[in-house]
């Protein structure tokens, strides 16, 4: 019995193991690779001055990283549910309907196609001033460029919101709908519904979503590019800057690990929810 | 009838075969740095002319990006070609960056080729010499020379300053109408901060010939210092087309941008053809791209070939000069002759001969290059 329970086990390994192996080989590796050469010294010694320089130079980039893709991230949450809301709760079947078509165009448009567009828009004299001119909402003289850290968040927010609500309009959707038919007949209005009915019973799905959108955001190096790469800027532009015009991968790597650091934080929330869900049975 | 059939496709797959060798073609592989009109320009212009010449040779270029970061990419493929060991290389021809040239020939990665082609004695300037103070005589031609310049609108701007101190000045009275793109951005922000540390840290000379000393850093920081006051009165834009596009949008009336992308984009109508150019003194700097044959190319016979062709002055009159309004590679003595005046002209419109010998200058050398980028990072931008 122990045997065949033993060969089972060899199977079983045997059938992962291409998965394994590429994910070693193209992953793990790599990794390993990358962390060496952060902590390894020009004539082939241990060393933290590769940190040392990354922590100097671009301790006020790697900060403002962090608090646009936080912000952004927040800013994500609440348009995603608000859309995915209106799509499950919604009364107006045609406005919902075009809701639904409409929100997820963004969802097949490339990064650096959404950085090109918003460059055009954003920009002092760009196609947003001129229609808020035009509608008198602003004067001319009160407009301003967007194309600092306001452009990166609005890019982000306007390409990872369908991601986010496709997500979560689709766990809405899966709900049962006699909690949500209960609650309107006992007078409760639209919003609180989304909040204390919905919204709890999506949870798990909305962290996912804001999680994988938290990570992808962290490592865009085009929108950055295209709209701020001036200081401050985000991490990316600095590693692509280190390689390419100084072609300094010591440092480079140093800071690929700083913010593998702040993508494991993000990888840790996600782990714990995903225990937490298997422990209740979820 | 089965066999019949058999036999025709067999004699078919036999006819073909032996064609093959006739008419296979030989592909001359080029790889080039730069922006995407560089590939335009081999793909569109220089292969087709090369293949009609040369019958049975395919020109296939390829592009690494915009740079030095274009370049380096070159530079990481010969260089792991020649640690495996291989044979032959699969880069017939390449473009490069000044930075580029310099590490390739000192890692031995390219072959000494002028002497053996026609066009070797038409190139005169310093820069077929001499790459950012490494020596690489022999090794490499011009393919252009381009050059910075400060791009205005002489609307918003009558009387346009003449120095980086009348700049200075300027700019204090016409806060945020100065724009470039810092040295994240593309090339003519590096190359606006290089001016502005030979201008302002009286090292001019050192920074282009040396001999390096890293004790020049304090002079170079106290420079770098003068231009995190300058920033707070200027816009800074995203990318060398950054600068462009702000200009033409009425965001910025001034700025320093690549004097061939700038006639290009007058040229398409991206640009208000009323944006003039001037060169400040004492100048900013301006960069050739090479070209280079790689050490062990598999056709290297043809990329001289090709080279030769590429150099001719016909072709330098023609496409750099007339399609691309680059400054040519050779000696423009040769280059005149082929155009009309109305063509020379219209190239040096607004910075003249003179004043481009007089205000065009190189990069400053790598090891004093490094210095002041990294010195822009830790002194302006913090």
């Not at chain 1, 902590?39 to 646009?68: M, N, Q």
């Not at chain 2, 290059?369 to 822009?376: Q, R």
Request: charged share 15%; proline share 6%.
């Amino acid at each position: 019995m122990i045997a065949a329970a033993r060969t089972g086990r060899w199977r079983a390994y045997a059938l992962i193991a291409p998965a394994l192996i590429v994910i070693a080989a193209f992953f793990v590796f790599p990794l390993a690779l990358s962390a060496i050469l952060a902590f390894r010294a020009t004539g082939g010694g241990f060393t933290f001055d590769h940190f040392i320089k990354a922590w100097d130079l671009y301790r006020t980039d790697l900060i403002f990283t962090v608090g646009i893709v936080a912000l952004s991230t927040l800013v994500i949450g609440v348009v995603a549910i608000a859309i995915a809301g209106y799509l499950t709760l919604g009364e107006q079947p045609r406005a919902v309907a075009i809701l639904r078509w409409l929100y997820r165009w963004p969802l097949f448009i490339p990064f650096i196609v959404t950085g090109q567009v918003m460059r055009t828009f954003l920009a002092k004299n760009g196609m947003l001033n001129h229609a808020l001119i035009g509608v008198g909402v602003i004067e001319p003289l009160q407009a301003q460029s967007l194309l600092d850290w306001r452009g990166i968040v609005i890019a982000f927010v306007w390409k990872q919101v369908p991601f986010v609500t496709l997500l979560v309009a689709g766990a809405m959707a899966s709900l049962e709908t006699q909690h949500i038919e209960a609650a309107r007949n006992l007078g409760a209005r639209r919003l609180r519904v989304l909040w204390d009915i919905v919204l709890p019973q999506v949870r798990g799905t909305l962290l996912v979503g804001l999680v994988l959108s938290f990570v992808t955001m962290l490592s865009v190096l085009s929108v950055p590019m295209m709209i701020n790469p001036n200081s401050p800027t985000m991490i990316t532009v600095d590693i692509a800057y280190r390689i390419s015009t100084l072609s300094d991968y010591h440092v480079a790597n140093a800071l690929c690990l700083m913010s593998l650091v702040v993508a494991a934080g993000a990888a840790w929330l996600y782990l714990r929810h995903a225990a937490a869900a298997q422990a209740s049975g979820g | 009838m089965h066999v019949r059939s058999l036999l025709t496709m067999t004699a078919a797959a036999v006819v073909f075969a032996a064609a093959g060798p006739t008419g296979a073609q030989t592909t001359l592989n080029v790889v080039t740095a730069g922006d995407q009109n560089m590939v335009d320009y081999v793909n569109n212009y220089l292969g087709p002319k090369f293949e009609a010449q040369n019958p049975g040779v395919k020109v296939r270029a390829v592009g690494t990006g915009p740079g030095d970061a274009g370049s380096q990419k070159i530079y990481e493929k010969l260089s792991a070609q020649q640690k495996a060991g291989a044979a032959t290389w699969d880069t017939d021809v390449a473009v490069v960056h000044q930075r580029g040239a310099a590490t390739m020939v000192g890692d031995k990665l390219l072959l000494p080729y002028r002497n053996d082609i026609a066009a070797g004695k038409l190139v005169t300037r310093d820069t077929a010499r001499n790459a950012l103070g490494a020596n690489v005589d022999g090794y490499v031609l011009p393919m252009f020379h381009s050059q910075i310049a400060l791009a205005y609108n002489p609307d918003l701007v009558k009387n346009p300053p003449k120095s980086f101190a009348e700049l200075t000045e300027w700019v204090k009275k016409n806060p945020k109408q100065f724009g470039y793109n810092g040295v994240k951005g593309g090339m003519s922000g590096v190359g606006f901060v290089m001016g502005w540390v030979e201008a302002k840290s009286g090292l001019a000379d050192k920074l282009e010939k040396g001999p390096y000393s890293a004790t020049d850093k304090a002079a170079i920081d106290k420079a770098l210092a003068g231009l995190k006051d300058f920033n707070k009165d200027v816009t800074l834009t995203p990318g060398n087309a950054g600068t462009l596009d702000m200009l033409n949008r009425g965001e910025i009336a001034m700025g320093p941008v690549w004097v061939d992308m700038f006639y290009t984009w007058v040229a398409d109508g991206k640009l208000n053809p009323k944006t003039k150019l001037l060169l400040p003194s004492p100048g900013l700097p301006g960069q050739p791209m090479y070209y280079v044959i790689p050490a062990k190319a598999a056709n290297a016979a043809l990329a001289k070939k090709f080279i030769d062709f590429a150099e001719s002055p016909q072709v330098q009159a023609d496409g750099i000069v007339k399609q691309f309004n680059w400054y040519p590679g050779i000696d423009p003595q040769h280059v005149q002759a082929k155009l009309t005046p109305a063509e020379w002209n219209k190239l040096f419109a607004d910075v003249t001969p003179d004043e481009l010998a007089k205000y065009g200058r190189p990069f400053p050398l790598s090891s004093y290059f490094t210095d002041i980028v990294e010195g822009y990072e830790r002194v302006v931008l913090k």
